[in-house]
Structures are given as C-alpha cells and as structure tokens.
C-alpha cells in the first residue's frame, strides 16, 4: 500500500463535523488516489480547513472514518502520524526558535537520528532558499518563509501523504516557485500531496485530480478533466458547481474608470 | 467614518484637517461602544474608575490648599504625569490608533497641517481629561489671588500640551521599533514596570502620609520647578508670592520647550512619512549568526533533550515567558525574606517560592499556543506523551531545584536556624515534586490557552474557571500527597526524635521524585488520549 499508486492514499467516510449551531463538514465521503497531485477546492467557509484539519488528527469529527494509506486515524495515530506531513493554515510554529533550530526540533521529536537531521534540514534549507535565513527566529519570517519553513519541517521525515492547508495564500512568486519545484519533484517519486485553495488557476496548473467543496459538501470529484467536463477552465466549473455564477456587480460603477473625475 | 475622513482628507488643507482628526477621534471613543458586551463593560468601567480616580485626586489636592509644601507636591505631579505620557505609547502602542502616522503614509498630508491637527486630536479622550482635571487641581491647590489663577490658565494649558505633544513626539520616534517586534516584546515587559511602579508608588505615598512628609519633596521640587511642564505649574505659585519676573520665566521656559517638542515631533512625522517602513526593513536586515550556548551538547539525546533545549530557549527568548519566569523567581524570594525580616518568621516560608515557581506548571501546553500541533504530530502514544511532559518537568527543575536550594540556605542563613535545613529543604523538594505531578495531570486534563500578544491576559477568552479549578485543585492535590511527609516531620518533632530531623533532606527528595514520577505516568496516557482538545484549548487566544 502507499507509493504503488493503485490503492487509496487517503479514504474518507461519512465526515461531520458542528460548530454549536454550524454545521462546518456536512458528511463527506472521498476517496483520494494516491501517487498524485490532489487540489481539494471551494471559497472561503467551504469547509476546506475543518476537512483538512480532521483527517490529519488535529480535530476530533463528531462522526466519520478517515483512513490514510490503510491505517485509521483515529485508532491507530501511531501509524498514520508517522507516514504524513501537516503544513496547516492558521496554527503558529515554535517562532522563538530560528529556521534550522525549528527544523533540528520536529526532527528530533520525530525520532531522526541527529546526524540525518542535520542533513536534510541543510538540503531543504537550500532548496527552499532559506540557507541565508536560518539562524534568523521564524517570528521574524516574512509569510513566504513561513510557509516554507513550514513545508521543509512537514517534510523532514520523508512522509508518504502530505497535507498542505492554503500553502501559496500570501506567499510571493519567487517562494511559491520554490515550493512548487520542490512539491513536483515529491510527486514524481510517488507520494500523495493534498493541498486546499480557491486559485483555481494554481490548482488547474498544479493538479490532476480535484475535489470540489462547497457547504461542508463534496460537489464534486475526480481527474482534472472529469471535474471540468464541458466548461473551459475549472474556474468556470467550479462557479457553476457552487452556483455562484452570473453575480456579476457592473452597471452601479458606471462612474468607475475614464471621464471626469 | 474612515471613509469621510479618506475623502475629507484627499482635499484637505491645513484647516479642514483638524475637524476631521477630532471627529475621527471622537468615533474612536464612541466606537468603544460598539464592541461585545462584555468588552463595553470593561470600557465603561475603565472610564468610570478614571473619573473616580480624577475626582478624588481632584479633591485631595483642594483639601491640601494651603498646604505650606504644596507647591513642591504640584511641580512633581506635573512631572510625574509628563513622564507617565512619554511611557504609555511605548506600552500600549495599539491603545491609539490615530498615534501611529504609518497609517496616513498614503494620504497627501504636509507635516505642518497634520502635527495641528493630530495634536488637537490628541486632547480628546479619557487621559487628556485625566490631566486636565489634575493640572486644574493644582492651580486650585497652588494659586493665591486673582493673578495667580490668570496665570493658571497657560500653566494649565502649557502642561496639558507638553505632555500630549511628549506622547507623540515619543511616539513618532519609536514608531519603527513600536511597529516591529522587539517593540511588541518590550510593551509585554510593562506588566512587570507597572507593578514594580506601583509599589514604589505605594512606599512613596505612605513615606509622604507620615507627619511632615511632604517636607521631603522640596529637594526635588527644587530641581523639578525648572523641568516642564514642572516649571509652567511653578509659574502659579511665583505668581502669587508677587515674583512676577519668576513666573515669566518659568512660564516661558515651559512653552520653548513646548515648541522644541512639537519641532521634534513634525520631523519625526516627516521622517516616518518619507521612509520604508519597519518590515521591509525588517526583511532587508542583514542577519546575525547565532551561537550555539553549548548547552545543547550537555542535555540528553532524543526527544527529551530536544523539549528541554526548547523549553528553556522559550525562557530566554520569549518575552511573556521571560517575564512570567523573572516575577515568579523575583516575588518567590522576595516575600519569604520579607516576611522573615518583619515578623521574625522561620524559613518554612521557602514553600511560598515552591508554589510560584510550581504553579508554572500547572498549564504546561498553553505557552505553546497553536504551535502545540506541531508537538502532538509526534506524539504516537503514552510513551511519547511521558518523554514530552517528563522534558517539560526536567526543564523546569533544571532552574527551580537549584533556586530553591539556595533559597532555603539563604534563608536559613539569615534566621540562622541552620537545624531547621535539612527538613524545610526536604519537605520542598516533595512539594516540588508533588506539583510537577499535578501539574502534568491538569495540563493534560485542564489545558487553556495564554494570550501571546498582551501583558495583562494570562487565560484564554472564557477559560477563566478552568485556569483557577486546575490551579486550587493541583495546589490542594499535591498540599494532600505531602501530607505524610508532614505528619512525620511533625511527630519527629513532637516525640523528641529530633536526631532523625536531618534524614528528612533524602527522604524529601526521593518523596518528591516518586510523587512527579508517579503524576507524569498518570498524565501520559491520557494527554495522549486528549491531544485534539488540548490543541483546541491552547489554540483558543
């Protein structure tokens, strides 16, 4: 199982997940190819972090099974813990610790011996175009670095599945280059990347296979080419799926752009 | 209301500009009224306590009208308060939003126009008020005859706009390191310069409350009479003993440095409008190579040295645990030595330092904040669970057993009862223990969340009552698994077996160690069990 590229990477059933009175995840039901680039798309409020942040186990669901690479979450963390990395949105880091120290740390919880430690946290730092900013503390980090640092920690320990929540929102296109190269190459040796977004381009440019969420809702699901069936890009698909399309705000800013002002 | 100001102020010209600013200010205030309920309460008490507060000052100094050494108590409140205003912007820097010019950068603004305007806005609100009410207070406290009061008018206003004019002037000097991050952690630190200032603040009104203690001021006072806005409240008392040329020139020195301020200030303003701001700056830094301690290479290898390193290197560089270590450690020896000194107490006063320092424990993960994912991503199981909350305990003792030995010794060496050592040292390294035992339970039975970014808020929105049950219920729990130890100190004593006293010290220690030993095992397993709700719980501020 895991890097074969036939089974599941990632199995889910029945998802719920209530805020109070919100319902935030309203039962999903997803099963995602491994070996591939996946997008899991939907605008703000879709549900997309609650999803996201429940099959990586950092939040309990009210119901629902979530399997990665064969092992249940929430039976047996142990092995699942160990085969996926987590870049999550929102959540901080250690960001009194500088770039190589954060990278030592995670390492070292993770069980690395030192020495490996050390090496990969160079070669990431490099990729990544941080060498020059390791030693800098992370709350100095401007978002770009963040998310990279974050990246380079989620990938330390070579996971099978990994779990990007918004990895390019305010990231600028020097960095968000470098963790699409680095992603790529990831992807080319046979592991699964998950990652959430509502840029659609990105996604469309980035991924194979989609799924669509809307309302706590898979809307839909599938290869790129499935998802968009007869539209012309996924952004237009996407909008007819949420049904968001034709709220277009034109004739009260008739006074916008050229003549007097 | 920031849109007309945006709009108003595309046009503005120097006149139009200073409405705008007031009326800005004025929303602000009113939009203090606007918030959750229970944030407008906190508001509306603020201003009541303020108003209070200024009438009884307003009052006191009416009453000591008369007062031979009044003049003396005027010119150092006028000081004090300037003071006071140079200092609040560097602690509270979000506390004015119209304080910071970076926000008007992209409006077309000359300097000369806004510093006006800025500064008429800067006499509304509750602390110019405040001053105003004080500054009216000592000219009543101070002035003799109708000159005097005609004079008060300018003393008033002088010192009213000096100490405004100082704010932001301060301000704008700092703004580059206010909006950076070592301004964020130096505005934590003034919980700290607060509470130390109230205690001097305290000592000196009871010194000044003894018969003839206002007589101490006049020294100061001496010097002050010549330091505005000291010197503009002088002006009064001059005024009335008839020494008009005085008078003049201390109501003249006041008002030049009024306007050195002001020129100080509209350069600043310029400066700040002119230049990058603090992170691109930040960004642009070139960075410090930092230099290992060394102490990395002395802890034990693997996930334990890895949370002890962290958790101490969090000590020294993260300000709000810096702080909350420093007061611990400073009040922990502090109260005891007091206590022993005023009331000729026995050393048992140690267990106070115990419970301080202990109580740090007591929410081991709330520091960690939302980071805390990045720990429970690792942790696989009970026995992970144990080697992190056993790093966080050894992390914490590697300062606290050595603090609390020399305590103990210090303090014994000042009561001089060196019998009394071995047991109080003893009993406080069980306690210790007994509190890393409950500690770690309630850590991971009662976990809340600790705002990072404010000095004063120590428990999360709403978490209030599990901070306190986790804290009195530890503190009883780990009193209760003490108590055989005590029961045996207190018959040691009451038998006459007083040469057995001294096999206390180990029999503390190996209490102590079996007691944290005991409460990490318990924790371990069900810290791991609960790791997605503490998450929730630390990730709540």
């Not at chain 1, 809307?214 to 998802?227: D, N, S």
């Not at chain 2, 009410?133 to 706009?161: D, E, N, R």
């Not at chain 2, 006049?218 to 008392?237: H, I, N, Y």
Request: contains cysteine; aromatic residues 6%.
């Amino acid at each position: 199982m895991g890097r074969d590229g036939t089974s599941a990477a990632v199995r889910i059933e029945g998802l719920w997940k209530r805020f109070g009175e919100q319902v935030a995840v309203a039962g999903i039901d997803l099963e995602i190819p491994s070996g591939r680039f996946i997008g899991l798309v939907g605008p703000n409020g879709a549900g997309k972090t609650t999803t996201l942040s429940m099959v990586t186990g950092l939040l309990r669901p009210d119901s629902g099974r979530v399997e990665i690479a064969g092992h249940d979450v929430w039976r047996d963390p142990a092995a699942v813990k160990s085969r996926i990395g987590v870049l999550p949105e929102g959540l901080r880091l250690f960001e009194r610790l500088s770039g190589r120290e954060l990278l030592t740390y995670t390492g070292q919880l993770r069980g690395l011996p030192g020495e490996q430690v050390d090496r990969r946290a160079t070669q990431l730092l490099d990729v990544l175009g941080l060498a020059g900013a390791q030693h800098k503390l992370v709350v100095d980090y401007s978002t770009g670095m963040r998310k990279k640092i974050g990246l380079a920690a989620a990938l330390l320990h070579n996971p099978e599945v990994l779990f990007l929540d918004e990895p390019f929102e305010g990231v600028d296109p020097v960095s968000a280059q470098s963790i699409r190269k680095v992603l790529q190459q990831y992807t080319a040796s046979g592991a699964t990347v998950v990652f959430s977004s509502h840029v659609m381009e990105l996604v469309e440019s980035l991924c194979s296979w989609v799924a669509v969420l809307a309302g706590g809702r898979i809307r839909a699901q599938g290869t790129l080419e499935e998802v968009r069936g007869e539209a012309a890009t996924l952004q237009d698909a996407f909008l007819e799926l949420v049904g968001a399309q034709g709220q277009a705000a034109g004739e009260n800013l008739d006074w916008l752009g050229g003549g007097v002002r | 209301m920031s849109t007309t100001a945006n709009a108003s102020a595309t046009k503005a010209s120097g006149a139009s500009l200073t409405p705008v600013f007031i009326r800005l200010k004025l929303s602000l205030l009113r939009n203090g009224l606007r918030q959750s309920s229970k944030r407008k309460a906190v508001w509306i008490t603020s201003i009541v306590f303020t108003a209070l507060y200024a009438a009884l000052q307003l009052l006191g100094l009416i009453v000591l009208r008369g007062h031979p050494h009044v003049a003396a108590l005027t010119v150092l409140l006028a000081v004090v308060l300037a003071v006071g205003w140079a200092f609040v912007p560097l602690f509270f820097p979000s506390g004015d939003e119209t304080m910071d010019p970076t926000r008007l950068a992209m409006l077309p603004l000359r300097p000369g126009p806004l510093t006006v305007s800025l500064l008429a806005a800067s006499l509304v609100g509750i602390g110019p008020a405040f001053t105003l009410v004080l500054a009216v207070g000592s000219v009543i406290a101070t002035a003799h005859g109708g000159a005097a009061f005609a004079v008060g008018v300018p003393a008033v206003a002088l010192t009213l706009l000096t100490c405004v004019a100082l704010a932001r002037a301060v301000a704008t000097a700092n703004v580059r390191l206010l909006s950076s991050r070592k301004g964020r952690d130096l505005a934590l630190l003034s919980g700290l310069v607060i509470a130390v200032g109230i205690q001097v603040a305290n000592y000196g009104l009871q010194k000044l409350s003894n018969a003839g203690g206002m007589a101490r001021l006049e020294p100061f006072a001496k010097v002050l009479r010549w330091v505005p806005p000291g010197s503009a409240m002088d002006a009064v008392r001059s005024t009335g003993q008839g020494s008009y040329g005085l008078a003049a020139a201390q109501l003249a020195l006041s008002a030049a440095v009024l306007a050195l301020l002001l020129w100080w200030w509209q350069r600043g303003l310029t400066k700040v409008l002119t230049s990058p701001d603090s992170s691109t700056l930040a960004a642009a830094e070139p960075e410090r190579k930092r230099v290992s301690t060394g102490l990395a290479r002395l802890l034990p290898q693997g996930r334990t040295g890895a949370v002890m390193l962290r958790s101490l290197r969090y000590v020294l560089r993260d300000p709000k645990t810096r702080m909350t270590w420093t007061s611990q450690l400073v009040i922990g020896a502090l109260v005891p030595f007091l206590n022993v000194a005023r009331h000729n107490g026995n050393s048992y006063w140690a267990f106070m330092a115990v419970a301080m320092v202990g109580g740090q424990m007591y929410n081991l993960f709330g520091t960690d904040g939302s980071a805390f994912w990045l720990v429970m991503q690792t942790i696989n199981g009970p026995r992970d669970a144990y080697l992190e909350l056993r790093g966080r305990a050894l992390a914490f003792a590697l300062p606290a057993v050595p603090y609390l030995v020399l305590l103990v010794t210090a303090l014994t060496a000042f009561t001089g009862h060196w019998d009394t050592l071995p047991e109080v040292l003893g009993l406080g390294l069980a306690l210790l223990g007994a509190m890393f035992a409950t500690g770690a339970v309630t850590s991971a039975l009662l976990p809340y969340a600790v705002p990072q970014g404010n000095a004063f808020k120590n428990v999360g929105p709403g978490q209030t009552s599990i901070a306190w049950l986790g804290l009195l219920g530890g503190l009883l729990a780990a009193s209760a698994q003490c108590v055989p130890l005590v029961l045996l100190t207190v018959w040691l004593h009451t038998s006459g077996h007083h040469g057995w006293l001294p096999l206390l010290l180990p029999l503390g220690f190996g209490y102590g160690l079996l007691a944290a030993w005991t409460g990490l095992r318990i924790a371990a397993p069900r810290l791991a069990r609960r790791l997605p709700e503490v998450l929730a719980a630390v990730a709540k501020a």
